[in-house]
């Protein structure tokens, strides 16, 4: 199943500049998701990181997989997703082994490996062109947005 990027903003809180999905290739309920961002020389990062050599930060790709993991818990959740928030919990393992600049196709493969008592652990990789560029296991949560 595909999301487009009305669903994803749909499922999803966040808005631009801060919105890091622009589809979902691939959904297998509960399990895994693949979805991309475009990275695009206007993103307004690129102004100072680094003029002359623009470079997405790592903290920004690891953004966009925690919002994929969004995607993955949100779109399992059926309408109950409507009063949460997903909120990242924590990160393990991150590693990044490639740089992501303007013209890239950022893939995001998240992989769901438990949840317990509420909260997901996921392996996460950020892929361009095949070769693995940013990895980590993330720790995420839904919350009451009344919290």
Not at 131 to 136: F, G, L, N, S, T
């Amino acid at each position: 199943m595909e999301l487009d990027i009305h669903k994803v903003m749909e499922l999803l809180p966040h808005r631009y500049p801060f919105l890091l999905i622009d589809r979902v290739n691939e959904f297998e309920e509960g399990k895994s998701l693949k979805a991309i961002k475009n990275v695009t020389i206007n993103e307004p990062f690129f102004q100072g990181h680094f003029p002359g050599q623009p470079i997405m930060p790592g903290v920004l790709v690891l953004e966009a997989m925690a919002q994929a993991t969004g995607l993955l818990a949100f779109s399992s959740m059926g309408n109950a997703h409507k009063s949460k928030l997903y909120m990242l919990v924590g990160i393990d393992k991150a590693r990044f082994r490639g740089q992501v600049v303007p013209g890239d196709q950022l893939v995001l493969d998240i992989s769901l490996k438990r949840n317990m008592r509420g909260i997901g652990m996921y392996q996460c990789e950020a892929r361009i062109n095949g070769d693995v560029v940013a990895e980590a296991e993330m720790m995420c949560s839904a919350q009451d947005r009344n919290q």
